[in-house]
């Protein structure tokens, strides 16, 4: 069973930095790209951050590059997102989200639960 | 990159078709067949419904289904149930080179 478990998200103050976790299980993490999805509360969906499945390209939100870093680490299954300068405007729930058919497409299969970051002073 | 543009809410009764419009250019929508569409519940994750415009993942029931053309696609729910409402999204792959994706603003469907 595919599970994707995000971890990491909490109350920051502005300027302040977090790291969100994304441990995957179910499937052979390696061969897919996954992605950073959040969702600002009572908003829309907003696609943060992708990264491929080699972990070679990485693609950012205007809203966040600069900021944000999105990475893999391949021996333990886990997706991160190092999220630096942060802003009241980054407050939302986080997911991360895996690719269907492996490469960087658009079409996400599983979701995690999602975790809450906060900024605010 | 601008948000797909979708209607804020559709309502519908029990047992009726509602669809959900998702317009785009033809740098995204009108550019490939990589349209998604998904369910989210209040409080829960989103919910993969539709890929590659008309494609069902396993599980997914037939009452919804996906066509597109020209710059906009479409989610249509057949049979309306009351677990149908919920807000759904489509998404698309796109051109540009710094922003492989873009999601629809989101639509609010009712069950009156």
């Known amino acids: 069973e595919v599970q994707l478990l995000e971890s990491g998200g909490g109350l920051v103050q502005p300027g302040g930095s977090l790291r969100l976790s994304c441990a995957a299980s179910g499937f052979t993490f390696n061969n897919y790209a996954m992605s950073w999805v959040r969702q600002a509360p009572g908003k829309g969906l907003e696609w943060v951050s992708v990264?491929?499945?080699?972990?070679?390209?990485?693609y950012y939100a205007d809203s966040v590059r600069g900021r944000f870093t999105i990475f893999r680490d391949k021996s333990k299954n886990t997706l991160a997102l190092q999220m630096n300068r942060l802003r009241v405007e980054d407050t939302a729930v986080y997911y991360c989200a895996k690719e269907l058919n492996g490469h960087i497409y658009g079409s996400f299969d599983y979701w995690g639960q999602g975790t809450q970051v906060t900024v605010s002073s | 990159q601008s948000a797909l543009t979708q209607p804020a809410s559709v309502s519908g009764s029990p047992g009726q078709s509602i669809t959900i419009s998702c317009t785009g250019t033809?740098?995204?929508?009108?550019?490939?067949?990589?349209v998604s569409w998904y369910q989210q519940h209040p409080g829960r994750a989103p919910k993969l419904l539709i890929y590659?415009?008309?494609n069902r993942p396993s599980g997914v029931s037939n009452r919804f289904s996906g066509s597109k053309s020209g710059n906009s696609a479409s989610l249509t729910i057949s049979g309306l149930q009351a677990e149908d409402e919920a807000d759904y999204y489509c998404s698309s792959y796109t051109s540009s080179s710094t922003l492989p994706y873009v999601f629809g603003t989101g639509t609010n469907v009712t069950v009156l």
């Open positions: 590659d415009v008309t």
């Open positions: 033809s740098s995204d929508v009108g550019g490939y067949n990589s």
């Open positions: 990264i491929s499945a080699s972990g070679d390209s990485t």
